[in-house]
């Protein structure tokens, strides 16, 4: 399809208002995590890494850490799991509900994150009597991380079709072996690319783990709004946020790029 110049000069124009919406934002926290004055002024009258270094020795910081690390990771784990056996499922074998299912299995995601979090809140205190904490983080993490991973899955597993397994256990290679030697290495970018999102929409949940996680139990996006405005703060959450945009980029982008990769699904 060819445009008119107008038309690539429009779509230019509109293309570098929503990027700039998008991260201008996000360069300002960057920024301003290397401003010298303890407040959120702008523009910055100096810069300094002194609020970098403190960071990097907060308790409290270095604890949420742990606790993101740790939350994210099982998550993540947990989810490749149970999407990939879903995946499966869903895309080898006919059965009653099929649809129903592959629909229930993406709907949390496009749920309003509130309302994930209460109706865990409530599963796990009034229904199941189940106190909150660590446990109920990863559960309250993996309901959406499913997504992702089942989606990914899914769509290498229709890319590649059956053909290839037919092939194998034509020429006497059991089921197991057929996973071994042709499934999984072909699924193998799929499910690191999937486990890679999944950690990072893990890591940088903070509404169904304001109402999932316990007493004494802060991630980093929990510690960064409960200290957001409380006095001499400010740049230490500063360093935080624009530690937690830097590190998001990273698993977004080799989710991306391994996503894309159809010509060598089976390497990374």
């Not at 934002?25 to 702008?42: A, C, D, G, Q």
């Not at 995946?87 to 129903?100: K, N, Q």
Request: proline fraction near 4%; include cysteine; hydrophobic fraction near 50%.
């Amino acid at each position: 399809m060819t445009f008119s110049t107008t038309t690539r000069r429009v779509l230019l124009a509109f293309t570098a208002t929503g990027l700039t919406f998008i991260y201008l934002p996000l360069t300002v926290v960057v920024i301003n995590s290397f401003n010298v004055s303890r407040t959120f002024s702008w523009p910055p009258k100096n810069f300094t890494v002194e609020w970098w270094a403190k960071a990097a020795t907060n308790s409290g910081v270095r604890e949420a850490l742990r606790w993101s690390v740790l939350a994210g990771t099982c998550a993540a784990l947990l989810a490749l799991i149970l999407g990939t056996c879903i995946a499966f499922a869903v895309s080898r074998y006919r059965f009653f509900g099929r649809e129903t299912l592959s629909l229930l299995v993406v709907l949390p995601i496009s749920l309003p994150g509130i309302i994930t979090g209460i109706a865990l809140n409530n599963a796990f205190t009034q229904v199941l009597g189940i106190s909150t904490g660590l446990f109920t983080i990863i559960v309250g993490h993996t309901t959406f991380c499913i997504v992702v991973v089942y989606n990914n899955v899914l769509a290498r597993l229709r890319r590649l079709g059956g053909s290839l397994q037919e092939a194998s256990m034509d020429l006497g290679a059991n089921g197991f072996t057929t996973f071994r030697l042709i499934t999984l290495p072909n699924l193998l970018s799929a499910l690191f690319a999937a486990a890679i999102l999944a950690f990072g929409l893990s890591f940088d949940e903070i509404v169904v783990t304001t109402f999932t996680a316990g007493p004494g139990i802060q991630t980093l996006p929990v510690w960064i709004y409960n200290n957001l405005f409380r006095p001499n703060q400010a740049p230490i959450v500063n360093v935080v946020a624009a530690t937690l945009i830097l590190v998001s980029i990273l698993p977004i982008y080799l989710s991306q790029k391994l996503s894309s990769d159809t010509n060598n699904s089976g390497r990374f």
